[in-house]
């Protein structure tokens, strides 16, 4: 298809371990972005690339997040030490232009993590 | 205080009733305003724009009130297919990233 990918779509792991969640945006797409959402709450911002690089991190809570777009396009969003807290869906986005000149984040259907 | 505020709802309107959510937003620099729609264990998707004149699309009305900082969404007739959660969603001028408020849950029952 031709919307965003994202793998696993279900991870189920636990407290302490390493994961990555991966992105493939939508072909041409150079902006891409790391929302997460728990239950009954809305996505919550985490990580914003424009091309390779990181232009605002400022949404990951800590230093066990991280996240990569090393050749500007497939984005892999890497938690060290996972713990409990960090149980969520995990929804990657892309937008044709830099700048949201129309509003419209295409969104994948997400990377539902459980940690146990 | 949450940037983005809603009313979570959930709202259980009968079908062809007319509803409309409010949301509030808290940063007087807010420039862009947007509604984006959830189905159950789905992707959000955007909605509608919120421009300052109002905007129509259909069944839709979205309003913007920048001096009392909320913008609102009216839906008219309702459908059974309009049952989702729609997100109240803000933008800042020169900050490329969305900011979502928790959603309103609607459930329209036959």
């Known amino acids: 298809g031709a919307g965003v990918s994202q793998t696993p779509s279900n991870k189920v792991t636990e407290k302490g371990k390493y994961v990555e969640l991966r992105c493939d945006p939508i072909s041409g797409h150079t902006a891409l972005y790391w929302y997460r959402q728990s239950l009954g709450q809305g996505p919550e911002f985490l990580i914003y690339f424009q091309g390779t690089g990181a232009a605002d991190d400022s949404g990951l809570p800590n230093d066990r997040f991280f996240a990569v777009r090393p050749e500007g396009s497939v984005s892999t969003l890497k938690i060290q030490r996972t713990e409990r807290g960090d149980s969520a869906v995990y929804l990657c986005a892309s937008s044709p232009l830099p700048g949201l000149h129309t509003g419209e984040l295409f969104f994948g259907e997400g990377s539902r993590l459980t940690v146990l | 205080r949450k940037e983005v505020e809603q009313d979570p709802g959930p709202f259980n309107v009968p079908e062809g009733a007319t509803v409309a959510f409010n949301c509030t937003y808290s940063?007087?620099?807010?420039?862009?305003f947007f509604w984006y729609r959830q189905d159950c264990r789905k992707e959000p998707k955007l909605l509608m724009s919120v421009y300052s004149s109002g905007n129509e699309d259909g069944r839709f009305t979205a309003q913007l009130n920048r001096a009392s900082q909320y913008i609102s969404l009216l839906i008219r007739d309702s459908k059974l297919s309009d049952s989702a959660t729609y997100l109240c969603?803000?933008?800042?001028?020169?900050?490329?990233?969305?900011?979502f408020g928790t959603g309103t849950r609607l459930t329209i029952i036959p």
């Open positions: 969603v803000v933008s800042h001028f020169g900050n490329e990233k969305l900011t």
């Open positions: 940063n007087s620099a807010s420039q862009s």
